[in-house]
T-cell receptor, first 112, second 112 residues
Framework: GENVEQHPSTLSVQEGDSAVIKCTYSDSASNYFPWYKQELGKRPQLIIDIRSNVGEKKDQRIAVTLNKTAKHFSLHITETQPEDSAVYFCAASPNRDDKIIFGKGTRLHILP | DGGITQSPKYLFRKEGQNVTLSCEQNLNHDAMYWYRQDPGQGLRLIYYSQIVNDFQKGDIAEGYSVSREKKESFPLTVTSAQKNPTAFYLC???????????FGSGTRLTVV
């Protein structure tokens, strides 16, 4: 089955700098890659997703890139702000049965 | 107001007792999922269901049971066979061939 590895587990960046979180997946059939943000004590919320027919997708300060050959995908947050502090989860789904397999999460701290 | 509701928010159970966590959605989503969240472990899939009266085991189904008698409801029972049940449990739903999950706000279960 699918296995998703996520790095780093913790990331601290200065406010205004960029943050990058990287994930790898194992199942070459995976074709849907969502990213979720979970603020302390709250439910995970979908922030951006990408399908395998696209190499990059951007939404304001957030972008996701996908390299299908290498089975890598990454989340890029530019001009970080205090409200970006949260745990971020990457995930992959082969869409055969719609279940999503999550990475272990990255705790992002934005330093003032 | 459409959404997915989990109850209760906090639940305490004595060892050896079964307990049922509620998950209800009014989004008309076909698929529903149960995840368990432990610190540093990410989100691990317990059970999922794509259609009424049908469900499949996830990666950590042992000690858990579910039912899907109605499209809107997907209760999870944590049985006494689950060796380490203290965790945060998240329910989610999605449209099949989907745009990502919508998560409930979670139930924190503590065994005392």
């Amino acid at each position: 089955g699918e296995n998703v590895e996520q790095h780093p587990s913790t990331l601290s960046v200065q406010e205004g700098d960029s943050a990058v979180i990287k994930c790898t997946y194992s199942d070459s059939a995976s074709n849907y890659f969502p990213w979720y943000k979970q603020e302390l004590g709250k439910r995970p919320q979908l922030i951006i997703d990408i399908r395998s027919n696209v190499g990059e997708k951007k939404d304001q300060r957030i972008a996701v890139t996908l390299n299908k050959t290498a089975k890598h995908f990454s989340l890029h947050i530019t001009e970080t702000q205090p409200e970006d502090s949260a745990v971020y989860f990457c995930a992959a789904s082969p869409n055969r049965d719609d279940k999503i397999i999550f990475g272990k999460g990255t705790r992002l701290h934005i330093l003032p | 107001d459409g959404g997915i509701t989990q109850s209760p928010k906090y639940l305490f159970r004595k060892e050896g007792q079964n307990v049922t966590l509620s998950c209800e959605q009014n989004l008309n989503h076909d698929a529903m999922y149960w995840y368990r969240q432990d610190p540093g472990q990410g989100l691990r899939l317990i059970y999922y269901s794509q259609i009424v009266n049908d469900f499949q085991k996830g990666d950590i189904a042992e000690g858990y049971s579910v039912s899907r008698e109605k499209k809107e409801s997907f209760p999870l029972t944590v049985t006494s066979a689950q060796k380490n049940p203290t965790a945060f449990y998240l329910c989610a739903s999605s449209i099949l061939y989907f745009d990502g999950y919508t998560f409930g706000s979670g139930t924190r279960l503590t065994v005392v």
